[in-house]
């Protein structure tokens, strides 16, 4: 037996230092996962936070069948999709726009490597900005498949189970996004001056 359900037993028995372990185990993982999804630190933490607060709440329907791991995201987009039709209009911020601080000074929120070739940095750093905005125009449903497979690397099943929908959806709503995503690069490159190559 692993030490998660160890964990996650002893947690489901009413204790807090459990559970507080396994917060400590998946904080960054499920963080990473709402910046993906959200773009926004700021909304990436309260989703977060909110996310192990339902599952704290709802830990005693947790079966042990399944990964933990894999509910705890299962929980994190729920939270995210829920969040998205509460605020249709959300301001994004930019990783890559200067933070300006109160006193007017600006802070680059990303560095170039001093060492390495910094025109290949800023083409990578522009390319990054390209895919965020992408992601940021497909739909909720979209974009959740996306992250969950080509970022977050979870089976075609497991996205089901997450998403609570037949495995010829997520492929249906993976193509989809993945065409959706693909015709958003190219377009914003061209807006850009710039060229992507096209398969």
């Not at 025109?119 to 125009?137: M, P, S």
């Not at 495995?167 to 490159?189: C, W």
């Not at 807006?191 to 096209?198: D, F, R, W």
Request: glycine share 6%.
């Amino acid at each position: 037996m692993d030490d998660t359900v160890l964990l996650v037993e002893r947690a489901q028995n009413n204790d807090m230092a459990a559970f507080e372990e396994l917060v400590r185990i998946y904080q960054n993982r499920v963080y990473a996962l709402c910046v993906h999804l959200t773009s926004n630190g700021a909304d990436a933490q309260d989703i977060a936070q909110e996310a192990f607060i339902r599952a704290y709440r709802y830990l005693g329907s947790f079966r042990q069948q399944a990964d933990f791991g894999t509910w705890l995201h299962r929980i994190t987009v729920n939270v995210w999709l829920n969040f998205r039709r509460k605020n249709k209009k959300l301001v994004t911020l930019s990783l890559d726009e200067p933070y300006v601080d109160g006193d007017g000074g600006e802070l680059q929120r990303e560095m170039a490597s001093p060492r390495g070739d910094p025109l290949q940095a800023l083409e990578k750093k522009e390319f990054r900005g390209l895919v965020r905005v992408a992601l940021d125009e497909l739909s909720p449903e979209h974009r959740a498949v996306l992250v969950l497979r080509e970022i977050e690397g979870y089976s075609y099943e497991e996205i089901a189970r997450m998403l609570g929908c037949s495995l010829g959806t997520v492929k249906s709503r993976l193509s989809r996004a993945r065409r959706a995503m693909r015709d958003q690069m190219i377009d914003l490159a061209r807006e850009a001056g710039e060229n992507l190559p096209v398969e």
